[in-house]
């Protein structure tokens, strides 16, 4: 089967712009998670979703940055008036559950590279 | 809080010389602890993971055991290989009945195997 789908794979954008970032998670998985990974850092939490409720968005950096997961399979990262400081790669993940002590592996994107010129 | 730490790369090695990235970590509780990779214009993938103290994880010849008592994880391979060039994350992620198996990453290291 499909892996997790991330789109757009790369994203140019003027600062101020309104952005949306799409990932198609792997069927049956319930847990959702965002990343965002700066040049020579590791990913950083952003959000965390089980099914369709955000149950961690403690790793948003400020409310310029918003989730959904309407039904509970595709979710779409929004940031509004995009800062030079947003330019990283937005990472996403899934896995069968978000519970279990990590016994359960996360799958990982291949990413959405955004610019913010 | 919880965090991280790997050492600084990049590692050069040549090919079949025997490789070691530290990690050490600090965390409340008994974290599971893994190593991701990341090749080359792919995304990030589950190398190897530990899920209680003096477990150890192994895949694809790489090894690194859960200690608890020095709070590490460090990654080995024996002989490494050109095709084990990549970027290395050292991660944690929590246990417990509120666990929502966020991850937390140190900053990666990176690797290049030379012919």
């Known amino acids: 089967g499909a892996g997790v789908s991330q789109t757009p794979s790369n994203k140019v954008t003027e600062k101020g712009k309104y952005v949306e970032l799409r990932c198609d998670p792997i069927?049956?998985?319930?847990?959702l998670y965002w990343y965002r990974q700066s040049l020579g850092q590791g990913p950083e939490f952003l959000i965390y979703?089980?099914?369709?409720?955000?149950?961690?968005d403690s790793g948003l950096p400020n409310d310029r940055f918003f989730a959904v997961r309407p039904e509970g399979s595709v979710s779409t990262l929004k940031i509004q008036r995009t800062e030079r400081g947003d330019s990283a790669v937005y990472l996403c993940?899934?896995?069968?559950?978000?519970?279990?002590?990590?016994?359960?592996?996360?799958?990982f994107g291949q990413g959405t590279r955004l610019t913010v010129v | 809080g919880n965090s991280v730490t790997q050492m600084e790369g990049p590692v050069t090695l040549s090919e079949e010389a025997f490789l070691t990235i530290n990690c050490t970590y600090t965390?409340?509780?008994?974290?599971?602890l893994f190593w991701y990779v990341q090749y080359p214009g792919e995304g990030l993938q589950l190398l190897l993971k530990?899920?209680?103290?003096?477990d150890k994880g192994s895949n694809k010849g790489f090894e690194a055991t859960y200690r608890k008592e020095t709070t590490s994880f460090h990654l080995e391979k024996g002989s490494v290989q050109v095709s084990d060039s990549a970027v290395y994350f050292c991660?944690?992620?929590?246990?417990?009945?509120?666990?929502?198996?966020?991850?937390?990453f140190g900053q990666g290291t990176t690797l290049q195997v030379k012919p």
């Open positions: 993940a899934s896995s069968y559950s978000g519970t279990g002590g990590g016994n359960t592996e996360a799958f």
């Open positions: 069927s049956g998985h319930t847990a």
């Open positions: 979703f089980q099914g369709t409720g955000a149950a961690d």
């Open positions: 965390a409340t509780g008994y974290p599971s």
């Open positions: 530990a899920t209680k103290a003096d």
């Open positions: 991660a944690l992620s929590k246990h417990g009945s509120s666990n929502t198996g966020k991850l937390i």
